[in-house]
């Protein structure tokens, strides 16, 4: 069954770092790997959609990386804000037609 | 304006009171979905639609029931809700959902907070 795993749980940073955020699945076999942010008490926003055939996307000042055989994928957060402060969700969908997510990284950049 | 939407957006009731939960989408999207998110467990999948009276099964189907009679709506049925079905629930839609297809994008709605007493 595949599993979800994201690292750090939680980081607080100075504005203006740049920072990665790891997300680790165990089972390679996946059609997508899509990182959300999710702010308090809010839906789910959208951020980058990587296809098990991609390595990385880019969207404005953040960028994704997969390695499917490895089961990793960093999400890189150049010159961050205040405003990037959220809880960053990845999400697997693998070839059992099922979504499986990380349980989320809070995010606090610090003025 | 390109959304999903969910009703309602909070709801308080009582053990065994059946509810519906309704999910709508403006975008054409064959592909919709179901999902709780608790404290501690994240966001887990209950039931998915690959599309019109096509529905199957997540990881957490028990005491929930869906329907796809139309392409736009999916609501989520609970017959005889119980507390531990307390949680944030949030409907999901995507155009296509095949591997490589870049239009297997999932997009959420605002979500519905229910609690049951």
């Known amino acids: 069954k595949q599993e979800v795993t994201q690292i750090p749980a939680a980081l607080s940073v100075p504005e203006g770092e740049n920072l990665v955020l790891n997300c680790s699945f165990t089972?390679?076999?996946?059609?997508?790997l899509q990182w959300f942010r999710q702010d308090p008490g809010k839906g789910l926003t959208s951020l980058l959609l990587?296809?098990?055939?991609?390595r990385e996307q880019t969207s404005g000042r953040l960028n994704a990386s997969l390695d499917k055989s490895s089961g990793r994928s960093t999400l890189y957060i150049a010159a961050s804000q205040p405003g990037d402060s959220a809880t960053y969700l990845c999400?697997?969908?693998?070839?059992?037609?099922?979504?499986?997510f990380g349980p989320g990284t809070r995010l606090s950049v610090l003025p | 304006e390109a959304q999903v939407t969910q009703n309602p957006r909070y709801l308080i009731t009582v053990t065994g009171k059946k509810l519906t939960v309704t999910c709508s989408q403006n975008?054409?999207?064959?592909?919709m979905s179901w999902y709780r998110q608790d404290p501690g467990l994240g966001l887990r999948q209950i039931y998915y639609?690959?599309?019109?009276?096509?529905?199957d099964k997540g990881d957490v189907p028990e005491g929930y029931k869906v329907s796809r009679k139309e392409k736009r709506n999916f609501p989520l049925i609970l017959e005889s809700p119980s507390p531990n079905q307390t949680s944030l629930y949030f409907c999901?839609?995507?155009?296509?959902?095949?591997?490589?297809?870049?239009?297997?994008?999932?997009?959420f709605g605002p979500g519905t907070r229910l609690t049951v007493l």
């Open positions: 990587i296809q098990s055939s991609q």
């Open positions: 639609s690959m599309n019109v009276e096509v529905t």
């Open positions: 975008m054409n999207h064959e592909y």
């Open positions: 089972d390679s076999a996946i059609y997508n």
């Open positions: 999400a697997v969908r693998d070839y059992g037609q099922n979504f499986v």
């Open positions: 999901a839609s995507s155009l296509r959902m095949y591997e490589g297809d870049p239009y297997n994008e999932q997009f």
